[in-house]
């Protein structure tokens, strides 16, 4: 029996980082994805109402995608390798939340969640919001001696900021065409061989 069952929808999401750093431990673990006709019957079962969860052999669950990321990755070595390093890691992966909070109008819209116009929301959330996080990721990069955005190596922060990156790439390809700096870190860390083994082999729902 697998140490860890990972429950999450079919997609990436908030839960495909825990899955990554899955795959570059070369860690086994159930991968489970909850189709959502099955949903309702499966809500009341998770600790906070919703997925991602992480349940250990013990029978533990972990809820929160960010919570469960972070304690992946300090298992497995990618939280940061010394404490300020995962300090910084942490503060990154809050400003990513604000990040994400912010172009929930566009988000929401490209998914079908909300009808605004995906064009509109473009303009009036996402590329306000983009310039502000990217400008900040960008002080990161240029501080770095790794190609990462800390001079350690790979994080759960660099995984989880490109993650979220590739869907939006996906949907407006330009997306990065302003940022060459971050253009470079975007494809240096996804095209790491353990993570583009990883997306390829996965079920892919576009986000
Ligand atoms: N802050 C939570 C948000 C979790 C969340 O919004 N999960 C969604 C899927 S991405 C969910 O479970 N939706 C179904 C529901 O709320 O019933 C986290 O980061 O894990």
Not at 137 to 154: A, E, Q, V, Y
Request: neutral net charge; contains cysteine; proline residues 5%.
């Amino acid at each position: 029996m697998a140490e860890y069952k990972f429950y999450y929808f079919n997609g990436r999401g908030l839960g495909d980082v825990s899955r990554q750093l899955f795959a570059l431990s070369g860690t086994k673990y159930e991968d489970i994805r909850i189709e959502h006709a099955d949903w309702p019957a499966q809500k009341p079962k998770m600790p906070f109402g919703q997925m991602p969860v992480l349940e250990l052999s013990s029978g533990l669950q972990i809820p929160q995608s960010m919570a469960i990321a972070r304690y992946l990755a300090k298992k497995f070595g990618y939280a940061g390798k010394t404490d300020e390093e995962a300090a910084l890691a942490d503060a990154l992966i809050d400003q990513f939340k604000d990040f994400y909070a912010e172009i929930k109008p566009y988000y929401y819209a490209k998914i079908g969640v909300l009808q605004n116009d995906t064009e509109e929301e473009k303009k009036k959330t996402l590329i306000p919001a983009r310039d502000k996080f990217l400008t900040i990721i960008g002080k990161f990069l240029k501080l770095s001696i790794s190609g990462f955005l800390f001079s350690g190596g790979l994080t759960y922060a660099d995984l989880m900021i490109c993650d979220n990156m590739r869907t939006l790439i996906a949907w407006w390809p330009e997306y990065l065409n302003e940022y060459p700096d971050i253009k470079a870190w975007y494809q240096k860390v996804d095209g790491i061989p353990e993570i583009r083994k990883h997306l390829e082999s996965s079920p892919d729902k576009g986000f």
